[in-house]
């Protein structure tokens, strides 16, 4: 294998209309060769309106139909607006041909089926860049990742790069010179069931399929220049960190910051390989590298948010003494299931133990205690609670960073407050909270400091406020309003 190769990965949001198209197709000219590895996610928010087509094909067929007629003229639009006439015609034969068999599908779907339908939207961008790309005098060839990456179904669905790598040699053989533009977010099973790898899960493909070719660096462009000191779209002065420490990134994605899916950062410690994000829509603004060397800063770098999480609240039998041996033989279990919490309180004195979800692990995390053999009277959900969170390597050493999270939490109403195991983050469990101003407070308080010394004024104008990728979600919520 060639160790020239590169990766880059492009999200969503790089791919959610035409013009972002344009703007993936001009990076790949400037930034790779004959040979190197596109991995795509599915256009805008095409993944989530999958989602709901399913969910409503059990509900109402009518609110399912117009979904994917609207899906379908979101896609077609895209491929008329990007090929020429003559390129166009196969695209669209087959895209009317996979919307023709969505259509004909009937609740309730079996788990593979349903997998296989949220999977359509990588198929259509893959295909459609590949078409755009070869349009543009640049090969390139678009490939189904279930052709040869292989994973085992489960909570977390994990690659197996044993028995994927050599399938993956025999395609990289089959196309030496021409660019391939995989599909992310999907693999394979053993009974060659599709298998996704988990919401964003398109990043943790990149990095796996980036191990699997030998690739020297993986890029994930998206539409932010890499991780800054908050979600740029709520912190309009957030600033841009140029390197975060692969232990401090490991954080940001446990705690289910989108800009990096968890698991990501897992090929890339098993390897030498370089892990860059930056902007599609502005390339040159600047990047973040995820850094191997252990940061020598010590306090907050990022705060990240989450505005729906649910904690599962178990309570114990009162006769039991060795309570936080329990508790610490159940982390360990649910971290060997995958199925670590976001954060955790424990009440020794009322017998009680918390654990914080997100609602796409929620019910997995539920069942799996459910079905542990624990002392437990009750296991039971509470839903309507927000996270945010302080990460940075020594923030629970920097007094002052401390007590500056407090300070704005205190008049909010907080659940509890943890610092994480591996004392990367500082997590508040907040009861019915719009996250976003406390997001900006805590960021002003902790970050004042870099503010005076003027970083380089961000490109967030107001038209970027809002995601394209946010587009087609407008478009479709409004006509199902
Ligand atoms: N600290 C942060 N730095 C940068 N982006 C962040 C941060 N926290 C949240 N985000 C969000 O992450 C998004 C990028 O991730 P994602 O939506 O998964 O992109 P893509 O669709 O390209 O994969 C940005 O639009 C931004 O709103
Ligand atoms: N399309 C999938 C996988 C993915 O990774 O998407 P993105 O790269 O846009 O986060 C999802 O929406 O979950």
Known sequence: MTISRQLHKFGGNSLATPECYQHVVQIIKEHSNNGDIIVVSA?????????????????????????????????TKLVKKLLKEERRFQVLVQLGSEFNTLRELVAPLNAEIEARVLGYGEIWSARLLAAVLCQENLPAINQDSRDFLRANLGIQPEIDLNSSYPLVKKMLVKHPHRRLVITGFMARDKQRNTVLLGRNGSDYSATAIGILTGVYQVTIWSDVAGVYSADPYIVNDAHLLPCLGLDEADELAR??????????????????MHLHLRSSYQPKLGSTR????????????????????????????????????????????????QLEPLTYETKIELYTFRLAYTTEKVNAALSYLQNLAIDTTTVKIQEGYSLIAAVGSGIVKNLNHCHDFYQQLKAHPIEFISESQSALSLVAILRNTSVSPLVIAIHNQLFQIKKQASVPPLPFTKTLSTPPAQCLYDSIECKLS
């Open 290 to 337: 995820i850094e191997r060397t252990l940061s020598s800063h010590s306090g907050a770098k990022v705060i990240t948010s989450l505005d729906e999480v649910l904690l599962i609240q178990l309570t114990f039998n009162h006769q039991k003494h060795n309570l936080q041996d329990t508790i610490s033989s159940l982390l360990q279990n649910l971290k060997s299931a």
């Open 255 to 272: 705690l289910a910051t989108p800009v990096l899916h968890s698991r990501t950062l897992q090929p890339v410690a098993q390897s030498k």
């Open 43 to 75: 256009s805008g928010k095409t993944t989530d309106f999958l989602i709901k087509f399913v969910s409503y094909l059990r509900k109402d067929k009518c609110v399912a139909d117009e979904i994917l007629q609207e899906l379908y003229k979101f896609h």
